[in-house]
């Protein structure tokens, strides 16, 4: 009875996702919520491809699986993902029903599917990943995440003792997942340590989780992410396997060992999170098999994509794209560090996180904004700062609030016409850090930019 309702859930799933597909609609969503309410244990019935990967975490979810995508598809492979669509359960549903056979058979050998970490039990325990990658976890959206001891459990609950995982060691919380999971592979960053142990006024780990003493850190790099271990207990950052030892920002290059191999790639973006990205993906890839010469080829033929990070040259001046979630604390600063630490002088910045999707749903909360560390913007390097959208002047609160000298800034309620106002007379380098779901004001400013560079606005 089962297997006859799993059919008829399969078959209307894939005509829906024939009928949109040809009036050119969106199909990576509701296909999936056609099968589960047909089906509520669809995902138990479908066969997946021979091996899935689960990515998991905070930030850099999409970066990576992205990432072990190409490098797989460069290498031969064939990869059902979920890239374009939903990370939540019917998401990764439409995903995989995209490619079964009407047979219910897979069409592909790999299935890397991001998943959101507030789905978790609603997919794990329906479809054993084979590998977990999670990078971090950390303060994201108060409204939907709640604190990361929430989101662990979550993980824990839905996680099955068989799944191999591949897990950030300088993350003492992502590190210490799967407490019943005998097979995990570390990967960690040697390189850059910071010199002083700088205290992280935010951090999402404070004590012990063993004893409950008050945590003690070899280093910080930023919020949680360093090395840590209890005075009073055995507990302490795990000991990497993969270890990224060498950062070359000149040749463009990143060294990492693991067994008594020391191999290179190319760095594809210097921005430190990135290589915390590029150390899981290729961690998982050397676990399930990829020899060096493989990952390394399609590593250097990989980009970001372009809608997380771009740069263009217009007359004399450099724009870079970045992408910056709102309601996202920790990635938000992570953007104004990048910004505050890159190697050229005479920035101006566009900021626009505003996250209108939240208003329209839900109450609008800007609490967020004091999980956000905006002090890298203090930095002498950023000349000008345009905050643009309808929080801009709860922006400009807070940042005077962490100290950003108030004569640089400025705000313009109209979003799309904010970078206009950079002066770039005195910026030559202009950074837009927008938000996810708005592309729309991006595009607007990023073509505003390249006019203004050649001197046609
Ligand atoms: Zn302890």
Not at 4 to 13: E, G
Not at 87 to 106: H, M, R, W, Y
Not at 120 to 139: E, F, G, K, T
Not at 407 to 436: P, R, W, Y
Request: proline share 4%.
């Amino acid at each position: 009875m089962k297997k006859i309702r799993f059919y008829i859930a399969l078959y209307a799933a894939k005509l829906s996702q024939f009928l949109l597909k040809i009036l050119g609609r969106n199909a990576t969503y509701f296909p999936g919520k056609i099968a589960i309410r047909l089906c509520k244990d669809f995902l138990k019935h479908i066969t997946p491809p021979k091996t899935v990967i689960a990515v998991t975490g905070t930030n850099g979810k999409t970066t990576v699986s992205n990432l072990i995508s190409s490098i797989l598809t460069e290498n031969g492979y064939s990869i059902t993902n979920n890239s374009f669509g939903s990370n939540v359960q019917a998401g990764i549903i439409s995903a995989l029903i995209e490619d079964t056979t009407l047979c219910g058979k897979p069409k592909k050998d790999i299935a890397i599917l991001e998943v959101d970490e507030r789905s978790s039990l609603l997919i794990y325990p329906q479809m054993a990943p084979d590998y977990l990658v999670c990078n971090n976890i950390m303060r994201d959206s108060l409204k939907r995440n709640a604190h990361t001891e929430f989101i662990s459990y979550i993980i824990n609950s839905a996680l099955p003792a068989s799944t191999k995982l591949i897990l950030n060691a300088d993350d003492i919380i992502a590190a210490t997942l799967g407490p019943n999971n005998k097979q995990k592979t570390y990967f960690g960053l040697d390189a850059e340590k910071p010199e002083a142990n700088t205290p992280q006024h935010i951090r999402d780990i404070v004590y012990c989780p063993s004893c409950g003493a008050l945590l003690e850190s070899e280093y910080v790099r930023y919020n949680h992410i360093g090395r840590h271990y209890c005075p009073n207990c055995d507990f302490q950052s795990p000991t990497p396997d993969y270890l990224i030892t060498n950062i070359d920002r000149t040749n463009n290059t990143f060294t990492i060992r693991h067994d008594s191999d020391s191999e290179t790639y190319t760095l594809i973006n210097d921005n430190i999170v990135n290589v915390y990205n590029f150390g899981a993906v290729i961690a998982l890839l050397h676990e399930i098999g990829l020899s060096y010469e493989q990952i390394s080829k399609g590593f250097s033929q990989s980009k970001i994509v372009k809608t997380r990070f771009e740069t263009i040259q217009s007359g004399n001046t450099n724009i870079t794209m970045l992408m910056a979630k709102g309601q996202n604390p920790i990635a938000c600063a992570r953007c104004y560090d990048y910004v505050a630490r890159s190697q050229v002088e005479n920035k101006g910045l566009v900021i626009i996180v505003d996250d209108l999707d939240d208003n329209i749903n839900n109450s609008e909360s800007t609490c967020w904004l004091y999980d956000c560390d905006y002090t890298a913007l203090k930095d002498p390097s950023i000349k000008q700062i345009i905050f643009g959208g309808p929080r801009c002047k709860d922006h400009v609160l807070r940042a005077q609030l962490a100290g950003v000298d108030a004569e640089k800034i400025s705000i313009c309620e109209n979003a799309t016409k904010a970078a206009g106002m950079i002066d770039l007379t005195k910026c030559q380098n202009v950074f837009v850090l927008h938000e996810l779901y708005r592309a729309a004001d991006a595009k607007a400013a990023k073509e505003m930019l390249i006019s203004m560079g050649r001197g046609e606005l």
